[in-house]
């Protein structure tokens, strides 16, 4: 799958703690867009459209376009933890409630653990809507392990 090339608004539910919020620095010469999963960059450290791998750091909160930039020029607004509605390839019933949810990239998740980034864990599963599960998210920075 490709990144995002535009804002993507999420659906962050209001059931249990609403979202935390963080800045990191984000990678040289990169966009992150509205409601991608953002990762960190192995190399630098700083945050960019998750890649498969990445540690988790949230979900973008709002577009950064650090294009021609230096890395740490300009910070990701994000939310760390939180409930988020999101599709996810494999959850297609009430039995996938308390699955790890993983990213491949900034857009795409499912309960596949090879190669991809952990983000979470089905908190609830939407009957009404093909894949549509409520994700706990934590950024590895919010974990407790």
């Known amino acids: 799958m490709a990144t ?21 620095p984000i990678i040289a010469n990169d966009t992150v867009f509205a ?4 990762g960190e960059s192995t190399r630098t450290g700083a945050g960019r459209p998750l890649a498969a791998g990445d540690g988790f750091l949230g979900f973008c909160v709002e577009k950064c376009a ?3 930039g230096a890395a740490a020029a300009k910070d990701i607004k994000l939310y760390t933890r939180g409930y ?15 699955s790890t949810v993983y990213a491949s990239d900034d857009d795409t ?15 609830r599963y ?3 809507r093909t894949h549509k599960a409520l994700v706990y998210f934590e ?7």
């Open 4 to 24: 995002l090339a535009a804002d993507k608004p999420r659906a962050y539910s209001a059931t249990g703690p609403h979202p935390e919020v963080n800045e990191l």
């Open 35 to 38: 409601g991608a999963a953002v």
């Open 66 to 68: 650090n294009e021609g």
């Open 84 to 98: 988020v509605w999101l599709t996810v390839t494999n959850v297609d019933n009430i039995n996938d409630e308390g």
């Open 109 to 123: 998740f499912t309960t596949a653990s090879t190669g991809n980034s952990a983000i979470g864990k089905v908190a």
């Open 126 to 128: 939407d009957a009404t």
């Open 139 to 145: 950024a590895v920075t919010q974990r407790s392990i």
